[in-house]
C-alpha cells in the first residue's frame, strides 16, 4: 500500500492499435518508478504514458526521485541494465531508451520500432 500522497496519473491508448511487442517490457520501468519515486512523508507523483502508431510504441515514464540510502539492500538493482540486454537481443537497432535526472524527477523514453 502506498501513501495517500502518491498519485499517480497514466495515458494508454483508448483502442486497439494492433501492435504487438514483447511480454512485460514495461515492469522494471514502472516497479523502479514506485520504489524510487515514493516517498511515505512528501507528496509523490508517477506519470506513465504509452502511445502507438502503425509501427512504433513509445513508452514514457516520470517520477519523483527519492534515492535509496547506501545501507539499503533491498532489490538486485538490475532492472534496467536487464531491460537493455533484452531490448538489444528482441530489437535490435530498432529501439531508443533514454534515461535522465530533471528537476529531482526521474524521466525514462523508451522508443521500439516494431516494423
Not at 501492435?19 to 507523483?45: D, R, T, W
Amino acid at each position: 500500500m502506498y501513501p495517500d500522497k502518491t498519485k499517480v496519473e497514466y495515458s494508454f491508448p483508448s483502442e486497439e492499435t494492433g501492435v504487438q511487442i514483447a511480454p512485460l517490457l514495461f515492469i522494471s520501468l514502472i516497479e523502479n518508478a514506485f520504489k524510487h519515486g515514493v516517498s511515505s512523508s512528501k507528496e509523490s507523483l508517477i506519470n506513465i504514458a504509452l502511445t502507438c502508431d502503425n509501427n512504433a510504441v513509445l513508452f514514457t515514464i516520470d517520477n519523483d526521485n527519492f534515492p535509496k540510502e547506501m545501507d539499503d539492500k533491498s532489490g538486485s538493482g538490475i532492472g534496467i541494465q536487464n531491460l537493455e540486454k533484452r531490448l538489444q537481443l528482441l530489437y535490435p537497432n530498432k529501439f531508443n531508451f533514454k534515461t535522465r535526472l530533471s528537476d529531482r524527477r526521474f524521466v525514462i523514453h523508451l522508443e521500439i520500432v516494431t516494423t
